[in-house]
């Protein structure tokens, strides 16, 4: 039952689902991903977080990270990387 419910579970988060699934914005998943606090895997062009780094992080980290207004050409999969 366990392999069952383990492969359903995507491996891979978007930026978007991983910061819906720790209530903050974007911006912040962004900004924690510049500054070296979420690793990130890229595939054909998507930046990817992956979902056992959802264990390692606490909320209250991600919620110190200030949110970015404007970020860099190549942050979070926008411009060219």
């Given at each position: 039952m366990t392999n069952a419910?383990?492969?359903q579970v995507p491996r891979l988060?978007?930026?978007?689902?991983?910061a819906w699934l720790l209530g903050v914005d974007n911006s912040r998943v962004?900004?924690?991903?510049?500054?070296?606090m979420v690793p990130?895997?890229?595939r054909r062009g998507r930046v990817l977080v992956p979902a056992h780094v959802l264990g390692h992080l606490?909320?209250?980290e991600l919620s110190?990270?200030?949110p970015c207004t404007e970020p860099p050409?190549?942050?979070?999969?926008r411009?060219?990387?």
């Open positions: 419910i383990s492969s988060l978007s930026i978007a689902e991983v962004c900004r924690a991903i510049r500054l070296g990130v895997v890229r606490a909320v209250g110190e990270v200030g050409a190549g942050a979070c999969g411009g060219g990387a």
